[in-house]
């Protein structure tokens, strides 16, 4: 027999989370490096005198429900973000704004995503339960921290067209059509595929960076987005030709391609998510042993 619960259910434990919002611009320029290299390795993040981002926070809490039957007073938690972070960081430069963003210094880190959210984890853990945090740069590029350690998560999302057929040619119309339904009509159909790579990896103390985000985003092209987008995925893919292309085994195939050439920039592939409509997604965790690590909160109110 379980014990009846506690008023208000005080003492359970449950995790809640919060979004804010703010602007700030930054520049990528290390001043030990020339103006050419600076401009070659960082591009147009480089350009003088910065551009900017409207960021999201999100904020995720844990602990045990107080008597009120709350985690936190959100009204503090609201404070808190607002004292220690947005109100610091909106409409500021963020090579200025933070002392951990100053170059001139030798423990000055370069603003990525993946510097600014730890940056944000070390100044909100001293006030709040932390227990991870989303910050996204673009609504296609975003950054996840789950302790102070240097270790982050950085996404990257991107989208490609194509028609598949689900059927497997070994049996007969109507048994496909009782597995596959009408994925399973003879001359196929489409989606547009909405692909979302992580990748796990210690945030360099000098660029603030996993791995080069450049290099990421060409490896997604190459080897996803080009040879998949608007192709026929059993015809024109060969590795469908004899694997049935499930949102699944797509993502799966997906994950097998990018696992070594992005293990080859210093970062671990971690996660593949294919979302093929708005009411299916398929999700690979290409490191099993790390499967628990991704907080489930973070992605309940992120996933779009
Ligand atoms: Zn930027
Ligand atoms: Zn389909």
Not at 118 to 127: G, K, S
Not at 195 to 211: A, Q
Not at 251 to 262: E, K, M, V, W, Y
Not at 274 to 290: D, G, I
């Amino acid at each position: 027999m379980s014990a009846a619960p506690a008023a208000h259910g005080r003492g359970r434990p449950c995790v809640i989370t919060r979004r804010a919002t703010f602007s700030a611009s930054h520049r990528y320029w290390l001043p030990e490096l020339s103006a050419d290299d600076n401009r070659a390795r960082f591009g147009p993040c480089s350009l003088a005198p910065g551009h900017g981002h409207n960021y999201e926070l999100i904020v995720a809490m844990g602990g045990a429900l107080d008597a009120d039957g709350m985690v936190l007073n959100l009204s503090e938690v609201k404070h808190a973000i607002r004292h220690q972070v947005t109100g610091q960081l909106d409409f500021r430069c963020l090579n200025e704004a933070w002392p951990e963003f100053n170059l001139e210094q030798p423990e000055g880190m370069l603003p990525t995503t993946e510097a600014l959210c730890l940056a944000i984890w070390r100044r909100l853990a001293p006030h709040l339960p932390v227990m991870g945090l989303r910050l996204y740069e673009q609504p296609d590029l975003w950054a996840d921290v789950l302790d102070d350690s240097m270790e982050a998560f950085l996404s990257i999302r991107t989208h490609f067209a194509a028609a598949h057929r689900l059927a497997r040619p070994e049996l007969s119309p109507e048994e496909n059509d009782a597995i596959y339904g009408k994925c399973a009509r003879p001359h196929g159909h489409g989606h547009n595929y909405l692909l979302d790579v992580t990748v796990r990896g210690r945030i360099d103390p000098r660029t603030g960076m996993v791995c080069d985000l450049a290099a990421l985003q060409q490896l997604v092209a190459d080897l996803v987005v080009e040879p998949f987008d608007h192709t026929f995925l059993n015809k024109d893919v060969a590795h469908f030709a004899t694997t049935v292309p499930t949102a699944e085994n797509i993502a799966l195939h997906i994950a097998d391609l990018l696992s070594g050439p992005i293990a080859a920039t210093g970062a671990s592939l971690h996660k593949v998510r294919l979302q093929e409509s708005p009411n299916n997604a398929a999700e690979v965790f290409a490191e099993t042993p790390q499967l628990g690590l991704v907080p489930q909160a973070l992605e309940a109110l992120a996933v779009g």
